[in-house]
């Protein structure tokens, strides 16, 4: 803190001074002042990144202390199936899950019949009412995870929910995106 104190109050002291040197500067009309405008809003930058790093360390600390917070997310492996009313489920090894979605796209694509049989890769928790509740989903093909998306291919226009595409109402095709090594 008093490191950071001392710095700002040098710059400070470095602006007045420039100031007062600068001024009688040669040159009559702006040329002597834009100089000084210019070299003022440097020194400003170098202000504003002396209160970023302490920011950032002061970040740093907080983040140290708590750590990486674990948000209880469960990962499931199993393949998708169907309850009457088209509830979708995920069969495991171990129970059979009645799955919901975080979001009505993520629903949707569960929902849909061309990956019913297959197998999934879930992201989420389970609700209160017991219900898994999907956060991401993958394809798994020979133990590799695939996105899901949805794409036109007359308008070259991806989705994320199955159905049809909004610009000419043709059908999108159900694809799936290999998931980078590097994700
Ligand atoms: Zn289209």
């Given at each position: ?60 600390g907080v983040a ?11 990962i499931l492996q ?92 043709r059908e999108t ?11």
């Open positions: 803190m008093t490191w950071a104190r001392r710095r700002l109050y040098s710059v400070r002291k470095g602006l007045e001074g420039m100031k007062m040197t600068t001024q009688p500067k040669e040159g009559p009309g702006t040329g002597g002042g834009q100089e000084v405008t210019h070299r003022a809003r440097r020194l400003c930058c170098s202000i504003a990144a002396a209160a970023a790093l302490l920011l950032a360390c002061s970040g740093a140290g202390a708590s750590g990486s917070t674990p948000r209880g997310l469960v199993g393949t998708l199936g169907a309850l009457p009313g088209n509830q979708p489920t995920l069969i495991t090894t171990a129970k059979r899950f009645k799955l919901a979605g975080q979001s009505a796209y993520i629903l949707r694509t569960l929902q849909d019949k061309r990956l019913l049989n297959q197998q999934l890769q879930l992201i989420g928790m389970v609700g209160p009412d017991g219900d898994f509740v999907v956060q991401k989903l993958f394809a798994v093909h020979n133990g590799k995870l695939y996105r899901i998306q949805y794409y036109c291919s007359v308008c070259n226009i991806t989705y994320v929910q199955p159905g049809h595409c909004y610009c000419c109402g095709k159900l694809q799936e995106v290999p998931v980078s090594s590097a994700h």
